[in-house]
């Protein structure tokens, strides 16, 4: 069954800190994973995209990386801000149907506080 | 941001009400999609479509219905509203990124949470 976990369900940190969000899929085949931020009430925008070929990839303070051979995935974010507070949502595509089908995860919900 | 816009954000109705949610995109983009999300759920894709006059059902079994007359406009209608319809809708369309069909950028709208008492 194609399914992707996160952990932590939720996470506080305090501004300026670090913090890394995990991702573990058991979609097969795999196509390309991404990674969205969904603010509270609106919805997901995304961050990075990352095909089979690539460990790593960075958008500004956001670094997502990959290892397609143990099926996971993490996102580090680097000092984080307030604004930085929303849902990260790991989704992975499959190459198995027509339509690319996305396979979301539930989401870690980040609290930054001051 | 993308140019994807969904009307209305919010919506308080009876049951046995039928409601259309609105759904445009002005980035000419064919392939378009309905999610439903409950608050700390994974969104299950519900309806999609490849072009004008083609519509699939997704993964998650839906009473509601869309139509797709014009490229940009995506609506979603529900003939007989019922509480089980209460959640969080939103619309997407994508568009390709890089060589193959799998490589697909896909941009969401604002979602439209429906409440149905």
């Known amino acids: 069954k194609n399914q992707v976990e996160q952990s932590p369900q939720s996470l506080i940190i305090l501004e300026g800190k670090n913090c890394t969000l995990q991702c573990n899929y058991t979609v097969s085949p795999f196509s390309n994973l991404r990674w969205y931020k969904q603010d509270t009430g609106r919805g997901p925008v995304s961050l990075t995209i990352m095909t089979f070929s690539e460990n790593t990839k960075s958008n500004g303070r956001y670094t997502a990386t990959l290892d397609a051979d143990t099926k996971q995935s993490s996102l580090h974010i680097t000092a984080s801000q307030l604004s930085d507070s929303a849902s990260y949502i790991c989704?992975?595509?499959?190459?198995?149907?027509?339509?690319?089908?996305?396979?979301f995860g539930r989401g870690t919900q980040l609290t930054v506080w001051p | 941001e993308a140019d994807i816009y969904q009307t209305p954000r919010y919506l308080v109705i009876g049951t046995g009400k039928k409601i259309t949610l609105e759904c445009s995109q002005t980035m000419g983009h064919d392939k378009m999609y309905w999610y439903q999300q409950d608050p700390g759920m994974e969104l299950h894709l519900i309806h999609y479509s490849y072009g004008v006059n083609s519509t699939e059902k997704g993964d998650l079994s839906s009473e509601s219905t869309v139509s797709r007359i014009r490229t940009e406009h995506f609506p979603l209608t529900l003939e007989s509203a019922r509480p089980s319809h209460t959640s969080q809708y939103l619309c997407a369309s994508s568009a390709s990124i890089g060589p193959g069909w799998d490589l697909y950028e896909q941009y969401f709208g604002p979602g439209t949470r429906l409440t149905v008492t």
């Open positions: 989704v992975v595509s499959d190459r198995g149907s027509t339509l690319g089908r996305l396979y």
